[in-house]
């Protein structure tokens, strides 16, 4: 079954008498319910499993709950494969991170740094704890304000005091303008239905990158729990998760359409996340494509 497909499909209510939906119905009210017991569930069903919140309590992985069989129920819930992928995609993202902010301090005095939707800021207090505050501008953003307050009481235990937080919506343009050398997209693309919003946030942080700087995102190209998920659990907007997967090929598409050139790609062990780097060209690389296009325009126009 293809992407499309998948996805419209799961958008659609199973027939109501079917063996199908009474699973799922099942499985609803159970996690609605019983499903409170454990810490985990009780935040999703709260802010939505896909939520920063969320994303936050499963990168701690420390199982919590009402008495002894909520906290076995939530070890259950945070080693479920698409838990276990989330971890080792935090991984190879401050991997990736740690890596271009190296990369761009190797020829700059201070290096300007943003993530668009910082959910509780893990991976970013992760990789910016490691280097000096005087050789970094940090700003985390979020459209929700509990992500905000979390993320800055994470960056505060972590003693990071330099960071700036500010409440900002990644999919309104208004928010774009500042120059900057490295800016990560994680996580939230993917739980984004509609494709011309991503595109275009891809594209206003693109317009955003200094000459040289870097673009890190995650994709999601596949899920086993794709019908199940979106059968199951609510997302962030309190409607079913339904994921629109997204392969490689069309973000690549969408990276060199924003002026970018994919540079690299990593997936983790289960193929679910991955970890995309995405350059933009330097002043001199930028001045030699105008230079051979205003060439072969001359050429195509003499007679």
Known sequence: MNTFTSFETL????????????????????????????GGIRIGNRFGFDSGVMLDYVYKNQASGKFLIGKLMDRIYLNSVGWRGIRLRKALLTRCLAKAVVEQLAHKTQVRYLDLACGGGEYDIEVLKRFPANRLVAELRDYKAENIEKAGRNARAAGLDFIQFRQADAFNEIHYGEKWDVIVASGFWEIIEDDSLVRNCLLNAA?????????????????????????????????????????????????EDAGLQLTSHSMEPYGIFGVAEAVKAPVKAQESAANISEELTCRVATP
């Open 11 to 38: 958008r659609q209510p199973l027939p109501v008498y079917s063996a199908k939906n009474l699973y799922y119905a099942s499985a609803r009210l159970m996690i609605k319910t019983v499903g409170n017991l454990s």
């Open 207 to 255: 317009r955003c990158l200094n000459p040289g700087s870097t673009l890190i995102f995650t994709t999601q190209p596949h899920h086993p729990q794709l019908e199940f998920i979106a059968r199951t659990l609510t997302s962030h907007t309190g409607r079913p998760w339904v994921m629109r997967l997204r392969s490689l090929e069309l973000l690549k598409r969408w990276v």
